[in-house]
């Protein structure tokens, strides 16, 4: 993936990282994504971005050159991750929301959950609650990177990751090319906005059993 293709619309780049592969390495080992959906923030112009009102201290990554990871953290528990895309000083980003595992899958499965520890924790939760009457089922393979959230736990990438080159050849983290996809991906409006919701800038690969299911937004009941 050369920087200049990155450089782009935002609209344009969004769909050329779908089959790009995301490799990210920790002292635990490597994981390496196949990216299979994804989505287009267009800064100023987008009320849906976090750089819609400008700058902040959280966003300036965004405000820098294209190529770096935007990472934040999101409903105090879920950490998820942006391609900075368009020209520098513009504040463009493709949310990284799902792909299949295609390296290190022992690991990506230890981080989401091994399921014996799935069956105990199931188990003594049901002893408080009564008897067991089923059994803890395993996280399938293809939900491993199956949203942002258990991407970025997949990959190993939290707040450290903000800010990472991804194009720089000894980054932990790197967006490396992959079998891409020549198809016509499918769009469709972006998950959980309440603002700019209609906008039809999520992109994915048709029929691909990792992409995640599509969810609006739901306003808070008021008590």
């Known amino acids: 993936m050369r920087r200049s ?13 779908l089959g790009m592969v995301l490799r990210s ?10 990216l299979t959906e994804v989505e287009a923030y267009d800064g100023s112009n987008d009320p849906g ?3 819609y009102r400008g700058r902040t201290a959280r966003t300036e990554v965004m405000f820098g050159p294209p190529g ?11 950490f998820c991750m942006n391609v900075v895309a368009g020209a520098d000083g513009k504040p463009s980003a493709v949310l990284l929301r799902a792909g299949e595992v295609v390296e290190g899958l022992d690991l990506a499965r230890a981080r ?3 399921p014996v520890e799935q069956h105990v924790a199931f188990n003594q939760a049901a002893v408080r609650k ?9 996280n399938p393979d293809r939900d491993l990177a199956r949203g942002p959230a258990r991407l970025c736990v997949a990959l190993g990438i939290g707040r450290d990751g903000n800010g990472t080159d ?12 992959g079998p891409g996809y020549d198809g016509v991906p499918s769009t469709g409006p972006r998950v959980g906005l309440r603002d700019a919701a209609d906008r039809p800038w999520r992109f994915w690969i048709p029929n691909d059993p990792t992409v995640s299911p599509y969810r609006p ?5 008021r008590p």
């Open 217 to 221: 937004h739901v306003p808070k009941k």
């Open 112 to 114: 989401r959950g091994h």
């Open 5 to 17: 293709v990155l450089a782009g619309p935002v609209l344009e780049v969004a769909p050329k990282l």
């Open 68 to 78: 770096h990871l935007y990472v934040y953290f999101t409903y105090g528990m879920h």
């Open 130 to 138: 009564g008897p067991v009457t089923k059994v803890a089922k395993p």
């Open 166 to 177: 991804l194009l720089a050849k000894n980054a932990p983290i790197q967006l490396v090319d």
């Open 25 to 34: 390495t920790t002292p635990d080992g490597t994981v390496a994504v196949r």
């Open 49 to 51: 971005s976090h750089a």
